[in-house]
């Protein structure tokens, strides 16, 4: 696939090696430490380099998984399972397309998801959205969720009842999506959903189940991770090709 000069400048950045096929006339390398307008290098993360995505026929929202939807809805915000409902400032539901053919998977909420009632925003959604665009989706098109629906105090780990409290929220959400791939983001939402306390670097390049309904699960790195991290986004890059692998298989 041929490479234009932004993208080969995101790799660059990126610290990934960029290999042309020699029928594939080479873009000139960038200028040292150039960044494409209004783009901080803070922000630079992936690059849409993947094949377009495999996309199946557009599905609609029955009217009885609707109501299911706003059931759903109404019972998120209402929850005193747990403990942390009593320091939350709202709960967060989820966000996108309810037909989604990938379902996101994180961690908790943290202090600005607790503001703003939905997940993945600031840095580390700035970054999800990035990884997502590398493989030529758009948020919108997504279902994004997290293990838990409220924040816990000081963003610690969740604990295991509050996991299980949530659990049948995120249980209806898979049933009503019915996504093609789940991508689990981080070790506490790959362990949690997948009942197993293998280290996340041992879980990653695997392909797993969602048992019920029966969904192809791919782990990988959580984007706040990888803002610590950056040298593990090759990494990530390679757990979205394997998504998209299982997805071509399916097709």
């Known amino acids: 696939m041929s490479l234009n000069l932004q993208q080969r400048r995101y790799l ?10 020699r029928h594939v006339v080479a873009v000139p390398e960038p200028a040292p430490g150039a960044v494409p307008a209004g783009q901080g290098a803070t922000q630079l993360a992936l690059v849409a380099t993947a094949s377009t995505p495999v996309r ?22 209402a929850c005193t399972r747990c403990g942390l409902h009593q320091e939350r400032t709202q709960t967060v539901f989820g966000v996108g397309n309810p037909c989604a053919q990938w379902l996101i998977i994180g961690e908790a909420p943290g202090a600005e998801e607790d503001k703003q ?11 999800l959205n990035a990884m997502l665009a590398a493989v030529g989706l758009k948020r919108e098109e997504v279902f994004i969720a997290n293990i838990l629906k409220c924040r816990p105090p000081k963003n610690r780990d969740p604990k295991p009842d509050e ?5 049948p929220f995120l249980q209806k959400q898979i049933e009503l999506i019915q996504p093609r791939i789940i991508l689990a983001l981080g070790r506490i ?6 009942h197993t306390d293998t280290p996340i670097g041992r879980m ?16 990988t790195y959580h984007p706040a991770y990888l803002l610590r991290s950056p040298t593990q986004k090759r990494k990530v890059w390679e757990d979205l090709q394997m998504a998209m692998g299982i997805l071509r298989e399916q097709a």
């Open 12 to 21: 660059k950045l990126m610290d990934i090696d960029v290999y042309v096929p």
């Open 56 to 77: 199946p026929a557009v599905r609609n929202v029955s009217a009885a998984a609707a109501v299911e939807w706003e059931d759903i809805r109404r019972q998120v915000p």
């Open 117 to 127: 009632g939905e997940p993945f925003v600031g840095r580390a959604g700035q970054l």
């Open 163 to 167: 996991a299980a409290a949530c659990a």
């Open 189 to 194: 939402a790959a362990q949690n959903l997948l």
């Open 204 to 219: 990653r390049g695997q392909r797993y189940e969602y048992p019920e309904p029966k969904v192809p699960v791919v782990v």
